[in-house]
């Protein structure tokens, strides 16, 4: 598993998504580089792009581009 989504998680980033009717998207996880170490952000997007690994649980789609996931493996 590359990152455990809990139930509370997925059901809290739903509530948002829908006050922000973007229910129908997934969430958009990324890592870059900052000036004190990695920064880590988070979107609504409708659809993952080529270089995103989606992970799905709990009803929730996450999409992780390959350049990031080695850095949030094993996150809960």
Known sequence: MKITITEKAANKIQEIAKQEK???CGLKLYVFPGC???QYGMDFEEKPSEEDVVVEQHGLKVF???ESIDLVKGAK
């Open 22 to 24: 973007k229910e129908n």
């Open 64 to 66: 992780i581009d390959k």
């Open 36 to 38: 004190c170490g990695l």
